[in-house]
């Protein structure tokens, strides 16, 4: 186990407590036309009711499937991806190194730098800045990397230490002035950026700070963590503005970019989507196992998650009508869209990245 709690890549979860298989639950039952029943709104007393998908769950701008075109041999567990904007490379995230791949060549066989940062540790982190130009990673250890990737060759641009002993996930504010970075010990890091100083700290996860997103405008900020628990912060005042309990550890969020839907992947398996102002929830059963990531498409009508159990499933916002679904080799820790939702990049147990089209 980890600082924080967070169990190492490829050992994610627990076994269910036997005796209730919670995959035998209302999710196996029938619905018309014999289809599986998997989304359920959540009342407010707890209670399951099937959604009834909407005539227009598959309308424009809707994808219906995944076609794998690239496997990007990384040669360490890829804990960590991400896509530049224009879509041109591909990062991978892994034991003591980035690599950085040009999925513009006609063949990938080899990255095109390896950027060697965190002394060996797993990486658990990656953004670029809106410019492409600065990369910022974490991961198992104290300190984030900077790397400026303007250069001929990426070089550290400067590290920033942090006195918790890992970082699990970082967020950039959209102006790229601040960056935010999940703690192992619960603390939300906030640090400027351009004079590499820490800023301040968002305290009141009890267990470890897992996963994080921002809002398209920046004025809220959000959180999940080992505690079980989901919090909403106010950036413009700095404070803690709502929180939400579960019943598992929360391993990955993402926050809608069209506003108001926050999707949540636990522990216990299940991804759970929430209205941000509003107590309307749905629970999506098809993943068997802890759901490691999640990201939503740019254009917000759609999302990923992926699990413990080697699937990749893409979901309709909020209600979660399953678009397709594609079975990896291994555990799929991590993922990213393009920001022109036309590709998909996850990264796996099994040492490697894969690139999909969605189509």
């Known amino acids: 186990m980890l600082p924080g709690g967070l169990p190492p890549p490829g050992l994610y979860g627990r076994p269910p407590l036997m005796g209730f298989d919670h995959h035998r639950g209302p999710n196996m039952s029938g619905m018309p036309g014999g289809k599986l029943t998997y989304s359920f709104h959540l009342g407010s007393d707890g209670s399951l009711q099937p959604v009834p998908f909407p005539h227009d769950a598959f309308g424009p701008g809707i994808p219906r499937h995944a076609r794998q075109i690239n496997v990007l041999n990384h040669g360490e567990v890829v804990c960590a991806v991400t896509i530049s904007n224009p879509t041109r490379y591909v990062y991978t995230g892994g034991k003591g190194c980035v690599k950085v791949w040009d999925i513009g060549q006609a063949s990938v066989k080899n990255p095109v730098s390896q950027l060697d940062c965190l002394r060996d540790n797993y990486i658990r982190s990656l953004k670029l800045l809106p410019d492409g130009r600065t990369l910022l990673?974490?991961?198992?250890?104290?300190?984030?990397?900077?790397?400026?990737?303007?250069?001929?060759?990426?070089?550290?641009?400067?590290e920033l230490t942090s006195t918790a002993p890992a970082c699990y996930a970082l967020a950039i504010s959209p102006d790229a002035k601040v960056?935010?970075?999940?703690?192992?010990?619960?603390?939300?890091?906030?640090?400027?950026?351009?004079?590499?100083?820490?800023?301040?700290?968002?305290?009141?996860?009890?267990?470890?700070?897992?996963?994080i997103d921002i809002s398209p405008d920046g004025s809220r900020l959000w959180?999940?963590?080992?505690?079980?628990?989901?919090?909403?912060?106010?950036?413009?005042?700095?404070?803690?503005?709502?929180q939400y309990d579960f019943s598992s550890q929360i391993f990955s969020l993402g926050y809608c970019p069209m506003g108001?839907?926050?999707?949540?992947?636990?522990?216990?398996?299940?991804?759970?989507?929430?209205?941000?102002?509003?107590?309307?929830?749905?629970?999506?059963?098809?993943?068997e196992s802890c759901v490691l990531s999640l990201k939503f498409?740019?254009?917000?009508?759609?999302?990923?998650?992926?699990?413990?159990?080697?699937?990749?499933?893409?979901?309709r916002t909020p209600y979660g009508v399953s678009l397709f679904q594609s079975k990896e080799s291994s555990s799929v820790?991590?993922?990213?869209?393009?920001?022109?939702?036309?590709?998909?990049?996850?990264?796996s147990g099994d040492k490697k990245a894969t690139l999909y089209e969605v189509l």
């Open 137 to 158: 990673v974490g991961g198992e250890a104290s300190t984030l990397s900077i790397w400026d990737l303007a250069n001929p060759s990426p070089r550290i641009k400067a």
């Open 260 to 287: 108001d839907w926050l999707a949540v992947g636990m522990e216990n398996s299940y991804v759970e989507v929430l209205h941000s102002n509003k107590p309307e929830k749905y629970q999506l059963h098809l993943h």
């Open 333 to 347: 820790l991590s993922c990213d869209v393009s920001s022109d939702d036309k590709f998909i990049v996850t990264g």
């Open 297 to 315: 498409a740019n254009s917000g009508k759609w999302f990923i998650s992926t699990g413990k159990d080697n699937l990749l499933n893409a979901w």
């Open 179 to 211: 960056c935010f970075s999940c703690c192992s010990d619960g603390n939300i890091a906030v640090w400027d950026l351009h004079n590499q100083q820490l800023l301040r700290q968002f305290q009141g996860h009890t267990d470890g700070a897992s996963c």
């Open 223 to 242: 959180t999940g963590g080992l505690d079980n628990t989901v919090r909403a912060w106010d950036l413009r005042e700095g404070r803690q503005l709502q």
